[in-house]
Structure formats: C-alpha cells, structure tokens
C-alpha cells in the first residue's frame, strides 16, 4: 500500500490550497481515510478523517474551512484548504487505515502560509 500526497506550496493568509493523495495497493472506498498535520516542534494532529460509510470529522481548528473529500474511480483522497492562516504551516500526510491493525502514511507535503 502506497500514498503518494501532492499540491503544498507557499500561500499568502486567507489562499487556498488542494492536497490529493493518491493510493495504491488499496481500494480507498471501504477505508478509514484522513489527513494530519505536523508543525515544527509540535506533535502530530489529526485535521480530517472520512469513513468508508462517507462519515466526517474535523478538528477544530479548521472547521468551515477544510473540506476533506474522496473519489473513489481515482483512488484518491483530497483536502481543499481555503482561509489559510499561518497556523496552517505545517507537513500534511495522509493516511489510511486498511486492514485491522495495519495501516500506511504518505510523505508527507509542506504547506506554509505566510505574508
């Protein structure tokens, strides 16, 4: 099982960024997929995570202004990022959880906002 995420970059506060993350090895529909975050110094937290029952969460802090999504014929998973803020910098990964105690991270991809 691979993920392979994309699309960070360099954004001025209140832009708007799309992750995607590409699996394979998977089919991501039945599965717990989600993003997190890590900033410098900081641990690791969860930003958004969907079910394969289509169930969604968000953290906080990002609330009303993420937006996590899925297609399934891509075997893909996204995040459009919109009123970035520069609590917003960090690495962002992607993960899936496919099979009973066994789950798999991309890479990650840097996202940092900033004026």
């Known amino acids: 099982v691979q993920l392979q995420a994309s699309g960070g970059g360099s954004v001025q506060p209140g832009g708007s960024l799309r992750l995607s993350c590409a699996a394979s090895?998977?089919?991501?529909?039945?599965?717990?997929m989600a993003w997190y975050r890590q900033a410098p110094a900081k641990e690791r937290e969860l930003v958004a995570r969907?079910?394969?029952?289509?169930?969604?969460d968000y953290a906080d802090s990002v609330k009303g202004r993420f937006t996590i999504s899925r297609d399934i014929a891509k075997n893909t998973l996204y995040l459009q990022m919109n009123s970035l803020k520069p609590e917003d910098t960090a690495v962002y990964y992607c993960y899936v959880a496919y099979v009973v105690g066994r789950d798999s991270w991309g890479q990650g991809t840097q996202v940092t906002v900033s004026s």
């Open positions: 090895g998977v089919r991501i529909g039945p599965k717990l």
């Open positions: 969907i079910t394969g029952a289509g169930s969604i």
